[in-house]
């Protein structure tokens, strides 16, 4: 009998990637690993491992066991979890040679330890991460499994990078400079880099003030529409976060769907979804989103992306403005 095959849960930020991972824990057949390129990894202790949860920070995670558990076997005397290191997380979000590119050796061994841990204890693994959406093709050829792409509604992301941001947590909006930041083969980062040059400079300080705030919203809906469309066409199933949420029928389907790829039974019912306030309105809505259209159109060619690819980056585009003018009108009323 064949083995059961691993699990790779790819999503981006504030995607309710950490409900969707914690629904696969509850399964006793899998050994769910969260956040396999989080920094936290470099130097994770025992203490650490055993303690850090959602009631750490203003999260709005689902109440779960710590975050870490699972790596506990991994952890090395002196702290980090053993294969990892920290050049794995936004230095590599793209593989060698951009997003067509192949997955470093390191990442291999260190993705290879996690599988060989999970089935040690005869159970299937699953990895979760919000920092591979550049690096699904590069995994799925490198190391098989079973790929789930995980997306939510582009405005409702923003405006938890957004809130997160208001409320003293800027990670998730350094990360997208940090991100565009590097240097690297890719022609739509390239040109996202310019768009960065052009409006604010490469410091990734500066972005943190006020005027800055469209900006970096268009340059947020380019670089998700970019990996989001690549990461779908790589994947063997995508799941819209939203309407996981709203829609019972899409539900049991995607269990379904989920249990045929890869045997697991996973529970998907529960989801809720929740558009927060963002700390800073857009002060040019109309431009923005303009904007962010023209940053599509020249995301498709540079993918060579087919048609049903590019239907899905229109969709998402689509989808984010109509809950941009959603939750403007309620905050108008």
Excluded: K
């Excluded at 057949?29 to 203003?58: G, H, K, M, V």
């Excluded at 690549?230 to 269990?255: C, E, F, I, T, W």
């Excluded at 939750?327 to 009323?333: F, I, Q, R, T, V």
């Amino acid at each position: 009998m064949p083995a059961a095959p691993l699990v790779f849960l790819h999503s981006g930020y504030r995607t309710s990637s950490t409900w969707l991972w914690s629904r696969f824990r509850l399964l006793p057949q899998a050994w769910c690993f969260n956040e396999i390129y989080n920094e936290e990894l470099c130097e994770l202790t025992p203490e650490r491992a055993q303690s850090w949860s959602s009631a750490d920070w203003n999260s709005h995670h689902p109440d779960t066991a710590p975050y870490f558990l699972e790596f506990l076997p991994l952890i090395r005397p002196e702290g980090g979890v053993a294969g990892y290191d920290l050049a794995m997380s936004l230095p590599g979000f793209l593989p060698v040679g951009g997003l067509n590119g192949t997955l470093p050796e390191a990442d291999v061994a260190y993705l290879r330890g996690l599988v060989a841990l999970a089935e040690g204890r005869g159970r299937q693994a699953v990895l979760s991460s919000t920092r591979s959406l550049g690096r699904v093709a590069a995994a799925r050829r490198a190391l098989g499994g079973v790929h789930l792409f995980l997306y939510r509604d582009l405005w409702q992301q923003w405006s938890s990078f957004s809130w997160q941001q208001g409320d003293g947590n800027t990670y998730f909006m350094l990360a997208i400079i940090t991100l565009v930041a590097q240097d690297g083969p890719d022609s739509f980062f390239r040109l996202l880099r310019l768009y960065m040059a052009s409006h604010c400079g490469r410091e990734v300080g500066a972005w943190s003030a006020p005027e800055h705030n469209e900006s970096l919203f268009i340059m947020f809906c380019g670089l998700h529409l970019y990996l989001s469309m690549a990461a779908r066409r790589a994947a063997h199933l995508s799941l819209d976060a939203n309407r996981l949420a709203a829609d019972p029928a899409y539900v049991v389907a995607m269990q379904a769907e989920i249990r045929r790829l890869c045997g697991l039974a996973v529970d998907l019912s529960g989801a809720v979804s929740v558009c927060q306030r963002p700390s800073r309105p857009l002060p040019r809505p109309d431009h923005a989103w303009r904007q962010v259209e023209l940053l599509l159109r020249a995301a498709i060619p540079v993918l060579q992306a087919d048609d049903d690819t590019a239907a899905f980056g229109y969709t998402l585009l689509r989808q984010a403005q109509e809950s941009f003018s959603a939750s403007s009108a309620g905050l108008a009323g």
